[in-house]
């Protein structure tokens, strides 16, 4: 069965203190690993997608890579507005998405 | 950017009664669209799969004379809630998939409370 991990679940950093999320996959032919920053009440938005290993994606002070195994999502010198849950997904051979939990971010001023 | 208009936003419904929720690809043909729900502090979990002009699929432990799923066209998928209860209160997101880019792209959620 298909399982994405996301730890932790909660980080709390000061601005400018920068970190890395963490996105644990078993997703049997992943055909892409998806990024998507959710504020409560809302849908999520998307960030990022990767699909091979070793490939990076940057957005602002955001940057996502990906191993065979696992994928990060660090956060450089973070603001108080990058706090939010980050959830990771995977796509493994059918078209469904397959969530982690997600890590809620909260950056301090 | 691709965009997915979820409507309404929030609904408050006596028990017993029905609601649909209506979820449109506004400048782009979704393939497929998704339906998920979201409990408090829990991650999405895939209600059921809508291809056009065809029957939805649900996932196991859904009851799809509950969750009925209509995908009349290429831009348009609705939810209906029938004879909602208080514990069908939760908060449902659709997502649509592009033909091209293969890209998923999120409503901006429905909270329905029954009361």
């Known amino acids: 069965e298909d399982q994405v991990t996301q730890s932790p679940e909660a980080l709390r950093l000061q601005e400018g203190e920068s970190s890395s999320l963490n996105c644990s996959y078993t997703?049997?032919?992943?055909?892409?690993l998806f990024w998507y920053r959710q504020d409560p009440g809302k849908g999520p938005e998307f960030l990022f997608t990767?699909?091979?290993a070793g490939e990076e994606k940057e957005k602002e002070r955001l940057k996502a890579t990906l191993t065979k195994k696992e994928s990060f999502l660090h956060i450089t010198a973070p603001k108080p507005e990058d706090s939010a849950t980050y959830l990771c997904a995977g796509q493994g051979g059918s078209e469904k998405l397959v969530f982690g939990k997600g890590t809620k971010l909260t950056v301090n001023p | 950017g691709a965009v997915v208009s979820q409507h309404p936003s929030r609904v408050i419904c006596k028990s017993g009664t029905s609601v649909k929720i209506e979820c449109r690809s506004l400048d782009f043909q979704a393939t497929t669209m998704f339906w998920y729900r979201q409990f408090p502090k829990q991650s999405l979990m895939l209600m059921a799969t809508s291809n056009e002009g065809s029957k939805a699929t649900y996932e196991q432990g859904v009851e799809k004379d509950k969750f009925l799923i209509n995908h009349a066209s290429l831009t348009l998928s609705t939810l209906t809630v029938t004879s909602a209860h208080p514990e069908d209160s939760s908060f449902y997101i659709c997502?649509?998939?592009?033909?091209?880019?293969?890209?998923?792209?999120f409503g901006s959620g429905t909270r329905l409370t029954v009361v």
């Open positions: 997502s649509a998939r592009n033909i091209a880019p293969s890209d998923y792209t």
């Open positions: 990767l699909y091979s």
């Open positions: 997703v049997s032919g992943l055909r892409g």
